[in-house]
Protein backbone atom coordinates (compact mmCIF):
# COMPACT_ATOMS: atom_id res chain seq x y z
CA UNK A 1 0.00 0.00 0.00
CA UNK A 2 1.32 3.40 -1.11
CA UNK A 3 2.39 5.72 1.99
CA UNK A 4 0.63 8.81 1.33
CA UNK A 5 2.98 11.43 1.43
CA UNK A 6 2.07 14.43 3.94
CA UNK A 7 1.74 17.71 2.35
CA UNK A 8 2.61 20.76 4.74
CA UNK A 9 -0.65 22.58 4.77
CA UNK A 10 -1.60 25.25 3.09
CA UNK A 11 -1.48 28.60 5.11
CA UNK A 12 -2.94 31.79 3.67
CA UNK A 13 -3.01 35.57 5.10
CA UNK A 14 -4.38 38.76 3.88
CA UNK A 15 -2.64 41.76 3.28
CA UNK A 16 -4.18 45.48 2.93
CA UNK A 17 -3.25 46.97 -0.61
CA UNK A 18 -3.24 51.15 -0.51
CA UNK A 19 -6.36 50.47 -3.00
CA UNK A 20 -9.86 49.58 -0.29
CA UNK A 21 -11.11 47.79 -3.10
CA UNK A 22 -8.63 44.94 -3.53
CA UNK A 23 -7.02 42.82 -1.09
CA UNK A 24 -3.98 40.70 -1.13
CA UNK A 25 -3.99 36.96 -0.21
CA UNK A 26 -0.65 35.65 0.31
CA UNK A 27 0.23 31.75 0.92
CA UNK A 28 2.45 29.29 1.54
CA UNK A 29 2.70 27.60 -2.14
CA UNK A 30 3.78 29.09 -5.34
CA UNK A 31 0.93 29.66 -8.19
CA UNK A 32 2.34 30.94 -10.83
CA UNK A 33 6.31 32.94 -11.14
CA UNK A 34 5.08 35.31 -13.46
CA UNK A 35 2.16 37.65 -13.34
CA UNK A 36 -1.49 37.18 -14.71
CA UNK A 37 -4.15 39.76 -14.61
CA UNK A 38 -7.59 38.92 -14.85
CA UNK A 39 -10.42 42.09 -15.58
CA UNK A 40 -12.73 40.49 -17.56
CA UNK A 41 -14.04 37.71 -17.04
CA UNK A 42 -13.62 36.05 -20.35
CA UNK A 43 -10.42 36.20 -20.31
CA UNK A 44 -10.07 34.41 -16.96
CA UNK A 45 -12.38 31.63 -18.63
CA UNK A 46 -10.09 31.52 -21.41
CA UNK A 47 -6.70 31.45 -19.34
CA UNK A 48 -7.15 30.18 -15.53
CA UNK A 49 -9.64 27.90 -13.75
CA UNK A 50 -8.45 29.64 -10.60
CA UNK A 51 -9.44 32.80 -11.66
CA UNK A 52 -12.39 31.67 -13.22
CA UNK A 53 -13.51 30.03 -10.35
CA UNK A 54 -13.30 33.67 -8.14
CA UNK A 55 -15.53 35.32 -10.94
CA UNK A 56 -17.94 32.58 -9.64
CA UNK A 57 -18.16 35.08 -6.33
CA UNK A 58 -20.50 37.53 -6.93
CA UNK A 59 -18.34 40.07 -5.29
CA UNK A 60 -15.20 39.58 -7.50
CA UNK A 61 -14.67 42.24 -10.06
CA UNK A 62 -10.82 41.31 -10.89
CA UNK A 63 -8.60 38.33 -10.09
CA UNK A 64 -4.45 39.15 -10.32
CA UNK A 65 -2.16 36.18 -9.62
CA UNK A 66 1.30 36.55 -9.09
CA UNK A 67 4.00 34.01 -7.75
CA UNK A 68 2.73 33.12 -4.05
CA UNK A 69 -0.29 35.60 -3.93
CA UNK A 70 -3.98 36.24 -5.42
CA UNK A 71 -5.22 39.86 -5.30
CA UNK A 72 -8.83 39.76 -5.75
CA UNK A 73 -10.94 43.47 -6.50
CA UNK A 74 -14.49 43.43 -4.83
CA UNK A 75 -17.67 45.33 -6.48
CA UNK A 76 -17.84 48.71 -4.53
CA UNK A 77 -21.41 47.32 -3.25
CA UNK A 78 -19.48 44.77 -0.83
CA UNK A 79 -17.89 45.39 2.29
CA UNK A 80 -14.38 43.14 3.29
CA UNK A 81 -15.39 42.58 6.19
CA UNK A 82 -18.48 40.50 4.78
CA UNK A 83 -16.69 38.48 2.37
CA UNK A 84 -12.76 38.33 3.27
CA UNK A 85 -13.59 35.27 5.63
CA UNK A 86 -15.41 33.27 2.99
CA UNK A 87 -13.29 34.28 0.26
CA UNK A 88 -9.88 33.46 2.07
CA UNK A 89 -11.95 29.60 2.88
CA UNK A 90 -12.54 29.97 -0.91
CA UNK A 91 -8.78 30.34 -2.12
CA UNK A 92 -6.94 28.11 0.46
CA UNK A 93 -9.59 25.24 -0.78
CA UNK A 94 -9.32 25.79 -4.00
CA UNK A 95 -5.11 25.35 -3.43
CA UNK A 96 -5.79 22.63 -1.20
CA UNK A 97 -7.80 20.47 -3.46
CA UNK A 98 -4.90 21.15 -6.18
CA UNK A 99 -7.02 23.23 -8.62
CA UNK A 100 -5.28 24.05 -11.48
CA UNK A 101 -4.04 27.73 -11.83
CA UNK A 102 -3.31 28.55 -15.12
CA UNK A 103 -3.49 26.56 -18.30
CA UNK A 104 -0.55 25.97 -20.41
CA UNK A 105 0.36 28.27 -22.92
CA UNK A 106 -1.07 31.20 -21.09
CA UNK A 107 2.49 32.94 -20.72
CA UNK A 108 3.15 32.53 -24.78
CA UNK A 109 -0.59 34.18 -25.08
CA UNK A 110 0.46 37.17 -23.36
CA UNK A 111 3.61 37.70 -24.79
CA UNK A 112 2.26 37.35 -28.17
CA UNK A 113 0.00 40.29 -26.86
CA UNK A 114 1.94 41.91 -25.71
CA UNK A 115 4.48 42.12 -28.86
CA UNK A 116 1.39 42.73 -31.15
CA UNK A 117 0.81 45.86 -28.76
CA UNK A 118 4.38 46.59 -29.00
CA UNK A 119 5.50 46.32 -32.42
CA UNK A 120 3.57 49.53 -34.01
CA UNK A 121 6.20 51.38 -32.27
CA UNK A 122 9.34 51.57 -33.92
CA UNK A 123 12.47 53.08 -31.33
CA UNK A 124 15.18 54.80 -33.32
CA UNK A 125 18.65 53.16 -31.59
CA UNK A 126 19.02 55.74 -29.43
CA UNK A 127 15.34 55.67 -28.42
CA UNK A 128 15.99 52.16 -28.15
CA UNK A 129 18.81 52.42 -25.45
CA UNK A 130 16.55 54.93 -23.71
CA UNK A 131 13.93 52.26 -23.64
CA UNK A 132 15.97 49.52 -22.06
CA UNK A 133 17.25 52.11 -19.45
CA UNK A 134 13.23 53.01 -18.60
CA UNK A 135 12.38 49.42 -18.73
CA UNK A 136 15.31 48.12 -16.23
CA UNK A 137 14.87 51.08 -13.86
CA UNK A 138 11.18 50.29 -13.77
CA UNK A 139 12.03 46.72 -13.18
CA UNK A 140 14.29 47.16 -11.01
CA UNK A 141 12.82 49.73 -8.21
CA UNK A 142 9.28 50.15 -9.29
CA UNK A 143 8.04 46.45 -9.44
CA UNK A 144 9.35 44.94 -5.95
CA UNK A 145 7.51 47.86 -4.43
CA UNK A 146 4.34 47.50 -6.51
CA UNK A 147 4.18 43.69 -6.09
CA UNK A 148 4.27 44.09 -2.30
CA UNK A 149 0.68 45.64 -2.38
CA UNK A 150 -0.40 43.13 -4.50
CA UNK A 151 -0.14 45.02 -8.08
CA UNK A 152 1.69 44.92 -11.20
CA UNK A 153 3.47 47.58 -13.52
CA UNK A 154 4.29 47.21 -16.86
CA UNK A 155 6.30 49.41 -19.10
CA UNK A 156 3.96 49.85 -22.40
CA UNK A 157 5.57 52.46 -24.78
CA UNK A 158 8.09 55.72 -24.40
CA UNK A 159 6.71 58.90 -27.02
CA UNK A 160 7.86 61.84 -27.42
CA UNK A 161 9.68 62.14 -23.80
CA UNK A 162 6.06 60.52 -22.55
CA UNK A 163 6.72 56.97 -20.81
CA UNK A 164 3.35 55.31 -20.73
CA UNK A 165 3.26 52.24 -18.34
CA UNK A 166 0.46 50.04 -17.43
CA UNK A 167 -1.31 49.03 -14.48
CA UNK A 168 -2.67 45.76 -13.06
CA UNK A 169 -3.78 43.96 -10.08
CA UNK A 170 -4.13 46.58 -7.05
CA UNK A 171 -3.02 48.86 -8.59
CA UNK A 172 -5.27 49.55 -11.37
CA UNK A 173 -8.24 51.86 -10.43
CA UNK A 174 -6.15 52.49 -6.81
CA UNK A 175 -6.71 55.89 -5.85
CA UNK A 176 -2.70 56.38 -4.53
CA UNK A 177 -1.25 54.73 -7.45
CA UNK A 178 -1.83 58.22 -9.67
CA UNK A 179 0.30 59.90 -6.43
CA UNK A 180 2.86 56.88 -6.46
CA UNK A 181 2.79 57.30 -9.89
CA UNK A 182 3.19 61.14 -10.34
CA UNK A 183 5.63 61.84 -7.05
CA UNK A 184 7.56 58.62 -7.11
CA UNK A 185 7.98 57.35 -10.61
CA UNK A 186 7.82 60.11 -12.19
CA UNK A 187 10.22 61.60 -10.42
CA UNK A 188 12.97 59.05 -10.37
CA UNK A 189 13.07 58.67 -13.90
CA UNK A 190 12.97 62.08 -14.65
CA UNK A 191 16.18 61.81 -12.36
CA UNK A 192 17.44 58.85 -14.22
CA UNK A 193 16.28 59.50 -17.96
CA UNK A 194 16.18 63.33 -18.62
CA UNK A 195 14.65 62.96 -21.87
CA UNK A 196 11.66 61.35 -19.70
CA UNK A 197 8.96 64.58 -19.45
CA UNK A 198 6.12 62.35 -18.44
CA UNK A 199 4.54 59.44 -16.93
CA UNK A 200 1.03 58.55 -17.66
CA UNK A 201 -0.84 54.85 -17.04
CA UNK A 202 -3.13 52.90 -18.15
CA UNK A 203 -5.60 50.49 -17.16
CA UNK A 204 -4.06 47.50 -17.84
Known amino acids: MDTPITKSPVLLYTEQTPNPE????VTNRMLYKGTADFREEALAREWSPMASAMFDLPYVKGVYICNNFVT????????????????????????????????EGFA???????EERGASYE???????????????????????????????????????????????SCSGCPSSTV????????????????????VAEMG
Do not use: C, H
Open 180 to 199: TLKSGIEGMLKRMVPEVKEV
Open 108 to 114: DAMAKIE
Open 72 to 103: LTKEFNYAWEDVMLKAKEYIKKYIEEGGEVLK
Open 22 to 25: SLKF
Open 123 to 169: YSEDEAELVKKIKDLIDTYVKPAVEMDGGNIEFKRFQEGIVTVVLQG
